[in-house]
């Protein structure tokens, strides 16, 4: 009954019982023994045993400098509970250093806020409506299945659909076009639309004029890319261009789906900022099924602050290290006190950070104690000092945002946990009680967070 997956799961979550119930899936807590690495040995050992000699240890380190002590997580199950809450919290009251988590999208979120006012774009359902689909960046079939849905929805009623993308994808494959521009191109191919739809008057003046900022300066910038230029460097026909323009210029409701890809590239926020100006200058924002989508998370406003409870910092400002710069934060000769500890969870560095020889010598350091909270034997693991079984998205409470539809999900434990796997939260909320944390919010349980 849910109202965007009409009951049909995508195709990664179509295998998470398999991952659930995996032969190789951790279920005890383990503690390294012998060396790091690849070829790294472990033994079981209770959750007592393992919990007190990791308090003891952070305790140590924090007792000389908190900061030394940095917490690794991104996305994980994409859930706010077993996300960035107790953890949160835990973190927090030992006034460790913070992370800033720009792994994934944080430039074209920054140019959404930029160029849109936040990250808000065109609902979802909407695009089965439109007669214009730009599909941007975005193998919808691989990695969108439930918006694919709609665009084929969009297509039986007339719709024609354009893939932008430099890969012949599935995607592609059932569209009515296939631009394939070179990697990191983008925004020359928008302002060379852009050009086309200012040279040929497709534009909205009256949008133009009572709802964007800039224009002139964008009308000037935009001029000085004609499709002649934008092809030598898109690796395009000047005639594909032309005909895109006139298509978006010429038709309404005409959408764009864009996605992530495009805006990791060098210059990849402006590439977004460039692409979110096209439904300004045709008013396409004027029709629902009009403008574009790249990210709705901006419609969920949660408490952050009440799950996460900064003010357990107090006057305490720690330091902020960059996530995707790991391997330089690792590194002996680091321009900054050095990280003595890490405790990872939703996430495997080892595997996902950039400059991944960097990143494992890192890790690799003796004198680094390292904490994983994991499904499986990842890269990370390998370099971890305690493995705790962590449960998966079937054996737990969680809430999900959404950064496609608009609604806020509940999730709700299906399964008991497996073996001896404990939630996020749980394993926060025990390492705080050993390591003598009285605050009440610690005493939390899943369901009241």
Same mark, same amino acid.
């Given at each position: ?12 979550? %179509? ?6 119930? +995996?032969?190789? /899936? $951790?279920? !005890?807590?383990?503690? *390294?023994? &012998? ?102 960046? %975005? ?6 299945? +439930?918006?694919? /849905? $709609?665009? !084929?929805?969009?297509? *039986?009623? &007339? ?113 977004? /900022? ?176």
């Amino acid at each position: 009954n849910h109202p965007h997956t009409a009951g049909v799961l995508c195709t990664k979550v %179509s295998r998470y019982t398999e991952r659930t119930y +995996h032969p190789d /899936r $951790l279920l !005890q807590p383990q503690r *390294r023994v &012998g060396p790091k690495g690849p070829n790294a040995r472990f033994e079981p050992i209770s959750w007592d045993e393992a919990l007190e000699d990791i308090a003891r240890r952070l305790g140590d380190i924090a007792a000389v400098d908190p900061e030394a002590i940095l917490p690794y997580s991104y996305a994980g199950t994409m859930g706010q509970v077993q996300g960035e809450s107790m953890a949160a919290r835990f973190f927090h009251r030992l006034g460790a250093s913070r992370l800033d988590r720009t792994i994934c999208a944080s430039a074209g979120a920054e140019a959404l806020v930029h160029t849109v006012g936040g990250k808000l774009g065109m609902k979802m359902e909407w695009f089965a409506e439109a007669k214009l689909i730009l599909i941007w960046g %975005s193998n919808s079939i691989g990695s969108n299945l +439930h918006f694919w /849905r $709609l665009a !084929q929805q969009a297509k *039986r009623h &007339g719709a024609r659909l354009v893939c932008i993308d430099p890969r012949r994808t599935e995607t592609a494959d059932k569209c009515d076009e296939h631009l394939a521009l070179r990697p990191g191109t983008d925004a020359a191919l928008a302002l060379a639309l852009m050009h086309e739809l200012i040279v040929h008057d497709w534009l909205d003046h009256d949008y133009l004029a009572q709802h964007t900022l800039g224009w002139a300066e964008l009308k000037a910038r935009a001029l000085t890319w004609p499709p002649e230029r934008a092809a030598d460097v898109c690796g395009l026909d000047v005639q594909a261009i032309q005909r895109l323009a006139r298509d978006y210029g010429t038709t309404q409701p005409a959408a764009i789906r864009l996605n992530y890809g495009v805006q990791r590239a060098r210059g990849g926020g402006n590439a977004v /900022r460039a692409i979110a100006c096209l439904p300004a200058l045709t008013g396409a924002w004027r029709h629902r099924a009009g403008g574009m989508l790249l990210s709705n998370s901006g419609h969920q406003r949660f408490n952050t602050a009440a799950l996460q409870r900064p003010d357990l910092l107090g006057s305490h400002r720690p330091r902020v290290l960059n996530m995707s710069t790991i391997g330089d934060h690792l590194a002996p000769d680091a321009p900054h006190a050095p990280v003595r500890a890490l405790v990872v969870y939703n996430s495997n560095p080892v595997a996902v950070a950039p400059d991944s020889a960097r990143v494992v010598a890192g890790f690799a350091r003796e004198d680094l104690f390292t904490v994983v909270l994991e499904h499986f034997r990842t890269d990370t693991a390998d370099y971890a000092d305690y493995l705790l079984p962590a449960t998966t998205q079937l054996e737990h409470w969680d809430v999900h945002g959404t950064y496609g539809h608009t609604d806020v999900v509940l999730n709700k434990p299906a399964i008991a946990p497996r073996g001896e796997a404990r939630t996020n939260t749980d394993i926060f909320r025990s390492l705080a009680r050993h390591m003598g944390f009285e605050e009440a919010c610690f005493a939390d349980d899943d369901e009241s967070l």
